[in-house]
């Protein structure tokens, strides 16, 4: 069986990813230097799967560690998740999250290239499609970014497009995720945020537990269905399938490729619909203001995801009521998160 090398792999996203993977029978090995997340996260994995999993408490940056990794094991393929990911703390401290991100993915190509692994599976972001293009969005439109998180995502891609364009012994595949939200079926493992969520789903939910007084809806006055944002929410267990795709489709190919693929529903929802919707799974109250708009917000943006499915045989199937749901039964048996 195919062992795996998953960076960040103790975070929201790769947590769920790992419990994927562990079911396929994949062996899996994680390097995290826990700066956004916790242990516990992988010991719930192991609770959910029976199976465990070779954790490094260890930076991506630190290429020591990685060597020694790449060494001490025979492995087949990388996803990598680690990364600083909060837009508006990328703001603040720029050369944080570009020497996290960008020389934290050098190291780790440079780590794989010495020891002949060239199967990577990359976590990109819809924030690559910038303001500029309309959605849904598909993969052939230009690219651009407009804080240091996403300009670090886009120049990623350049980064791996140009190590392909190298040497096409490389096998790329660029997952770009749009809104992931829910939690693990089980309840055991979740979005976990620091201090008070940026980001929708955990805030509602946040409110509906007490923990939060009230949302605040950024702007009333989008050209909308009901003047609130419209996104692609999709949920994380679907998200971490469209993961085992994409290394299945790099395993089974004869020729070596690059390809950037959209993982969202193809569906918009919008704010209040969200907060419609999370009412219904929690039969709590949601109490909201509508203010102005956050700056640096997209009215609307959605996944065109014809392309993964086409190439990856891959679709989303969860519906917003069982992202909610999911998170709600998260957020009651964790109130406080892994803490
Ligand atoms: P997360 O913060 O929960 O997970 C990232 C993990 O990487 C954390 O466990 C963190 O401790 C680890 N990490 C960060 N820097 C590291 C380093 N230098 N060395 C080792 N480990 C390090 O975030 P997530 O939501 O699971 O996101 C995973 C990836 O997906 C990120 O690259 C993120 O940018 C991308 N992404 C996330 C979203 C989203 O909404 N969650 C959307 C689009 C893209
Ligand atoms: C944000 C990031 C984006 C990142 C994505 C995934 C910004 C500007 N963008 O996207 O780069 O890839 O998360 O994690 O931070 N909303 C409220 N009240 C809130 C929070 C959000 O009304 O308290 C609205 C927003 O205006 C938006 C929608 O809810 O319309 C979703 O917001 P959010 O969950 O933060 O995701 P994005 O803004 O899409």
Redesign the pocket.
């Known amino acids: 069986m195919q062992t795996i090398l998953v ?10 990813t790992c419990v994927e993977l562990l079911e396929k029978n994949y062996e899996v090995i994680v ?8 242990k516990e ?1 992988l010991n719930r994995v192991k609770k959910i799967t029976g199976k465990s999993i070779t954790f490094y408490e ?5 290429k020591d560690a990685l060597d020694k990794i790449f060494n001490d094991h025979k492995i087949d393929a990388v996803i ?6 909060a837009v508006g703390e990328s703001t603040q401290i720029p050369l944080t999250y570009y020497h ?2 960008l020389t ?1 993915t050098l190291i780790l190509l440079q780590a794989m290239q010495q020891a002949s692994v060239f199967n990577l599976v ?6 690559v499609y910038g303001e500029v293009n309309q959605a849904p969005y598909t993969e052939d439109m230009p690219l651009s970014a407009t804080n240091p ?1 996403g300009l ?2 886009v120049m990623i891609e350049q980064f791996l497009q140009d190590t392909y364009e190298s040497h096409n012994y490389w096998n790329i595949s660029i ?7 829910g939690a693990h079926k089980s309840g055991l493992i979740g ?3 620091n201090g008070i969520p940026n ?1 929708l789903m955990p805030y509602v939910s946040q409110v509906a537990v007490g923990k939060l007084k009230q949302l605040k809806v950024f702007g009333g006055d989008y050209p909308t269905i009901d003047g609130t944002g419209v996104r692609d929410y999709i949920h ?1 267990t679907d998200l971490a399938l469209g993961h085992i795709k994409a290394l299945e489709k790099i395993a089974s190919q004869t020729q070596t490729s690059i390809e950037a693929y959209n993982l969202g529903t193809g569906n918009g929802s919008s704010v209040l619909e969200v907060v419609n919707a999370f009412k219904e799974a929690s039969s709590k109250d949601i109490p909201y203001d509508i203010v102005d708009r956050r700056p640096g917000d997209l009215a609307i943006a959605y996944a065109n995801a014809g392309k993964a499915k086409a190439q990856l045989g891959w679709e989303a199937n969860q519906t917003l009521k069982d992202m909610c749901q999911d998170t709600w039964n998260w957020q009651t048996n964790n109130p406080n998160g892994y803490r």
Do not use: M, Q
């Open positions: 960076t960040g792999g103790a975070g929201y996203i790769g947590s769920h390097i995290d230097n826990l700066i956004n997340s916790s996260s260890k930076d991506i940056l630190d990598h998740f680690a990364g600083l990911k996290n991100n934290g990359f976590s990109s972001s819809a924030t998180y670090t995502k997952l770009r995720y749009f809104n992931p939200v979005e976990d945020p980001n994380v």
